[in-house]
C-alpha cells in the first residue's frame, strides 16, 4: 500500500528532481572551484543522486584534490550544505573482494568450476579512484524540498567557493 501510494508521486518527484539538478548545474557552471553534473545529449536523468566535482585548479589552488574536496565540505558543512561520500574505493577493493570470503564455501572464488585465481586491486580502476576522489554527493535534492533550498545551495557554494583560498589556509595552519 505504501509503494502503490509512492508510486501516484511518482511521475512528478521525478521531474522536481530534474528541475532541481538543470537548476543546480546551470547555477553552479557560474561558480569556480566546483561543477554539477554532465548529461550526455539525447539523455534524461532523474537524479537519484546529484553529483558534485570539485576542481581546485579553477580557484588558483594547486593542492590535491581530495585536499580541497575535505576543506570545501567542511565550510560548505557550516553553512549547512551536506555533501557525502557513497563510495570510498572502486568496489574491487572493498574487503569482500580483498578477503574472498563469498558464499558457501569461499564462492565464486574456490568453486571448482571457475578453475583460475583472480586478484582484486583498487588501482586497476584509476578512473574510478579519480572520481571519488573529485566528487560528493549533494543531499536534499528531491522533494519535499522546494526551489527555496536549491537557490540557498546556490548562496552557500558561492560564499564558499568565493573563499576557497582562505578555506585552504585554515586548513593548513590547523595541521
Known sequence: ACCRAQLKRFPKY???????????T???ADIPGVKGPYTPPGREPVYFSYIVEFRP???GL????????AAVQKALGAEGI????WQKMPVPAQAVFQSKNGYGKGCPWTCKF???????RGSDYPETV????E?????????????????RYVEGFKKVMGRAKDIMKLVEEKK
Open 57 to 59: 585548479q579553477e580557484v
Open 82 to 85: 551536506g555533501l557525502g561520500q
Open 130 to 133: 579519480k572520481f571519488i576522489a
Open 62 to 69: 594547486d593542492v590535491p584534490v581530495e585536499k580541497f574536496k
Open 26 to 28: 546551470a547555477k553552479l
Open 135 to 151: 566528487h560528493a554527493y549533494l543531499s536534499g535534492v528531491f522533494p519535499p524540498n522546494t526551489m527555496s533550498l536549491m537557490k
Open 14 to 24: 521525478n521531474a522536481t528532481r530534474k528541475e532541481f539538478a538543470q537548476f543546480l
Open 114 to 120: 571457475y578453475g583460475r585465481d583472480i586478484q582484486y
